[in-house]
């Protein structure tokens, strides 16, 4: 559902601002950038086959990555074993992880939210990564990628504290939770402070996420030209592309991608927590 749902917002996202992206074609140089093999064929192969697809290559790659993970689900689901093989034993070391993680910060009562944040994590990470493989793109190095996985958290957020808090719950917990008289008089400024909290949390949770991963992407692609540069004064054959300094800063992205994708989604799962029944 959250892939589904971000799929659909990344998509009229992409639509509002592609155009500008088409019509500033010479400013994309500014932010240097690894290609992909969208961006490859667009300048090998001029058409408007090539420019719908480059377009839309945000949308495009995070889908690659939606039917890569469906089609590892589905394999490892209908060969699953009594004694699981490598693939499955990982798949379950990865669902148990974020099940452990979720419940311990949730309760039991978070059982139910485990498939959501799951696959919050997953499809983050491997976006994350997906980047770093030679022709590939990190549809969360854009904003509107993570801003729609950020409208997706807050709006099931909004749906859960309004089912388990009750209309009055909710707008009472949006008051500050007001008990005496002195708190009570203060809800006229509680409570637009804890709304503007509430719309800040998806902004939050979207930047964070963007600026690291394009940070990555930038960093990868400066110390690629720095590579290049270095060894283009000697006038090497074709088949030397270069001094690989970008080398060691892919196990730092490596790093930092896994990073992200827990930080998104313990965020997530805390304001979940935020929105549920408070017991000692």
């Known amino acids: 559902m959250i892939v589904k749902l971000a799929f659909i917002i990344n998509t009229v996202a992409i639509g509002s601002t592609g155009h500008a992206q088409n019509v500033g074609h010479a400013k994309e140089g500014f932010v240097p950038e690894l290609p992909n093999w969208l961006g490859l064929a667009r300048e090998l192969f001029p058409g408007s086959v090539t420019q719908f697809l480059w377009h839309w290559h945000v949308v495009i790659f995070s889908v690659l ?51 959501f944040l799951g696959t919050l994590f997953v499809y983050i990470l491997t976006m994350n990564m997906f980047g770093l493989i030679p022709g590939m793109f990190s549809s969360t190095s854009r904003l509107n990628t993570t ?32 008990k005496s008289v002195v708190e009570w008089c203060l809800v006229p400024i509680n409570l637009p402070l804890h709304i503007i909290g509430e719309l800040t949390k998806p902004l ?37 592309p270069g001094i690989p300094l970008h080398f060691p800063f892919i196990f730092l992205a490596l790093l930092t991608s896994f990073v992200q994708a827990l930080v998104f989604t313990m965020l997530s799962t805390i304001y979940f927590s935020l929105m549920s029944h408070h017991e000692e």
């Open 204 to 240: 939050s949770l979207s930047l964070r996420l963007f600026g690291n991963i394009m940070g990555e992407d930038i960093l990868l692609a400066i110390f690629v030209g720095l590579g290049i540069s270095a060894i283009a004064v000697f006038h090497p054959p074709p088949w030397i």
């Open 147 to 178: 801003l729609a996985m950020a409208i997706c958290v807050f709006l099931y957020v909004q749906i859960e504290g309004i089912r388990n808090l009750g209309i009055l719950g909710y707008i009472h917990h949006y008051a500050g939770s007001p």
């Open 65 to 115: 990555v939606w039917l890569l993970l469906s089609f590892f689900s589905i394999l490892v689901y209908r060969k699953r074993t009594l004694f699981p093989g490598k693939l499955q034993n990982l798949i379950e070391f990865i669902v148990e992880s974020l099940y452990n993680m979720v419940v311990g910060i949730l309760g039991e009562k978070g059982q139910k939210y485990v498939p």
